[in-house]
């Protein structure tokens, strides 16, 4: 007996929506069966492109379905925390594009609901699911880099300026994402931000993160829609090796085996004043592009 598919309702088909309502129409045994969008011109395009998928332009028409099993939420980050708890109250699973909210208080009231209610509830990271930032994350648990120094991150781009989040709320999601996954998910032990508006009042334009962890870890974050530059690239330097993983390069990941030595001076050259003064070693070994085989992100998500 052919079993029930998993049926989907999808809130918002802008400018991600469409990968999202591609991806879940692509699952084996699921069913999108609503997309709700304000815009005659959007549910055009699902009607369009999806003739599975029924376009509505209210999110009671989903939310009232008994058959909708989970919620798709692919809205602007303001209306996520609203869309989600509707959601929990109609007793659906949901899976929310990031940010899952934009306050820690909204954050911790989603996880409580769904907890409460045994139901699901899943922020869109789709850079954990990258095959070059799983690579990485190889390495470190291999041990391959030695013991983590410091790791900093830049996402930058002239434009899409957002009205309605800042920078940080747009970009620094996958930063802090990977960077967390990288940590094996350890909490930061101090987190510091700067970051300066120009377009518009109380809208930051560029942001400096900064996160220290247990261990002397450190990280930095740089994100910005003021750059001159499209850069999405990550560094992690470890005592051993460093890598740079770049998500614009063709070669997306490249490993360098780099680093300096410390080793303390004995003997006839040892400064007697300062006995334990050292000596550097400077490493420089090869670069290694190794070959990664590509799964879009989003599917494996």
């Not at 609203?82 to 899952?100: D, T, Y």
């Not at 790791?151 to 002239?158: A, D, P």
């Not at 960077?179 to 009042?201: H, K, N, S, T």
């Not at 220290?212 to 090796?241: C, F, T």
Request: hydrophobic residues 40%; proline residues 5%.
């Amino acid at each position: 007996m052919e079993s029930r598919p998993l049926i989907f309702a999808q809130i918002g088909c802008g400018y991600w929506g469409p990968n999202l309502l591609r991806n879940f129409s692509a699952l084996p045994n699921c069913l999108v069966k609503y997309v709700v969008d304000s815009s005659p011109e959007r549910r055009g395009f699902v009607e369009k492109n999806f003739p599975r998928t029924t376009a509505v332009d209210s999110a009671d028409t989903v939310l009232n379905d008994p058959e909708v099993d989970a919620i798709i939420i692919a809205t602007p980050a303001g209306s996520h925390f609203a869309l989600a708890s509707n959601a929990l109250c109609a007793g659906k699973h949901v899976f929310v594009e990031k940010p899952l909210a934009t306050k820690v208080s909204e954050v911790d009231e989603l996880a409580k609901h769904a907890h409460a209610k045994r139901l699901v509830v899943m922020a869109g990271h789709t850079f954990v699911y990258n095959s070059a930032v799983r690579y990485v994350k190889q390495l470190l648990s291999a041990g391959e880099l030695g013991e983590v120094r410091y790791i900093y991150s830049q996402r930058l781009n002239l434009g899409r300026i957002r009205d309605d989040i800042d920078a940080l709320w747009n970009f620094a999601p996958h930063d802090i994402s990977i960077i967390q996954y990288w940590l094996d998910d350890v909490e930061p032990v101090a987190v510091r931000r700067q970051g300066m508006a120009y377009m518009q009042d109380g809208i930051d334009d560029v942001v400096f993160l900064n996160l220290e962890y247990p261990g002397k870890i450190i990280a930095n974050v740089h994100v910005s829609w003021l750059d001159p530059q499209k850069v999405r690239k990550m560094i992690v330097v470890g005592s051993r090796k460093m890598v740079v993983y770049d998500d614009v390069a063709d070669n997306k990941i490249a490993i360098y085996d780099k680093g300096i030595d410390r080793k303390a001076v004995l003997g006839e050259n040892m400064d007697f004043d300062n006995p334990q003064r050292a000596q550097f070693n400077y490493r420089s070994g090869d670069i290694v592009l190794p070959e990664i085989k590509f799964t879009e992100p989003l599917r494996v998500e």
